[in-house]
């Protein structure tokens, strides 16, 4: 798998795009805090596969609370796997890279995400803010998050989720931050299949001779070396670029208004 900066990045990048686009009459963001709160919840979403493993990085992100559902979701992984798997495919002992890296899962969270803002609103978006926030921390700020420890990055995260608290109007917010953590979830996939490893993404449902897990992945030619040269010097740097320009996009309101008010002062004088 590509680094989990990486991971984050990307993830930040395709909701701030994705909230820049998607129209408010499908619960597309409509203002500027919520347009931030997509991306952020797509961020720590694009981390969110990894809580399939109790040895991940992102496992650690809620100390126990985190390791003990990271362990559970890979028991539940294996089990699906070896309720669904096709003849041909391995023996496995654990269920991490199954499950949670399949299209399937993203689809079925992104559903189950919007249902529970659509039930209770405000409490469920801030509460899928402060769980994804708390795993973007982890991705984005891994030394930080090291050096101060899980309840640093809960206290960050339950802040940072405060602060939104605040800022949102009272009406339900958007109904589509379920499709966040969907894209966060597939775009995971997509950093994970560009690495020699590949993931199971259209399982458990297009069988292939014999195999219902095969991997999806680059032809290792083209497939890079997570942590490698490639993803250091070119992909982190892009999609970094590539945030900051989309984060000025989406403030563009601020300077419009800050020029308007330029123009009035000196038509003042
Ligand atoms: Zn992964």
Request: hydrophobic residues 50%; aromatic residues 8%.
């Amino acid at each position: 798998m590509v680094m989990g900066a990486t991971h984050a990045v990307s993830g930040a990048v395709l909701g701030l795009a994705v909230a820049q686009v998607l129209p408010p009459d499908w619960g597309g963001p409509t203002s500027t805090a919520e347009a931030f709160t997509f991306a952020g919840v797509c961020a720590g979403a694009a981390l969110l596969p990894d809580l399939d493993t109790n040895q991940s990085t992102v496992a650690r992100s809620f100390g126990p609370a985190s390791k003990a559902l990271a362990g559970g979701i890979d028991e539940a992984s294996l089990w699906f796997y070896r309720l669904t798997r096709g003849r041909k495919d391995p023996k496995r002992r654990g269920g991490h890279r199954t499950l949670t890296h399949t299209a399937l899962f993203a689809i079925s969270l992104a559903f189950g995400v919007s249902a529970l803002v659509v039930k209770f609103g405000q409490p469920a978006i801030v509460g899928t803010l402060f769980v994804t926030l708390g795993l973007a921390l982890r991705g984005l700020a891994g030394g930080w998050a090291a050096k101060y420890g899980w309840l640093a990055v809960t206290a960050v995260a339950a802040g940072l989720s405060m602060l939104v608290w605040n800022w949102y109007p009272d009406e339900v917010g958007s109904r589509a931050l379920g499709v966040a953590v969907g894209l966060g979830c597939a775009v995971h996939c997509l950093g994970d299949a560009i690495t020699k490893e590949g993931v199971p993404f259209l399982a458990p449902f297009v069988p292939w001779r014999g195999r219902r897990w095969w991997e999806l992945r680059l032809p290792s030619m083209l497939s890079i070396r997570a942590g490698g040269t490639f993803e250091r010097a070119v992909l982190g740097p892009v999609l970094t670029l590539a945030a900051v320009g989309l984060v000025l996009w989406a403030l563009q309101g601020v300077p419009e208004a800050l020029t308007d008010a330029l123009g009035e002062i000196r038509g003042k004088s």
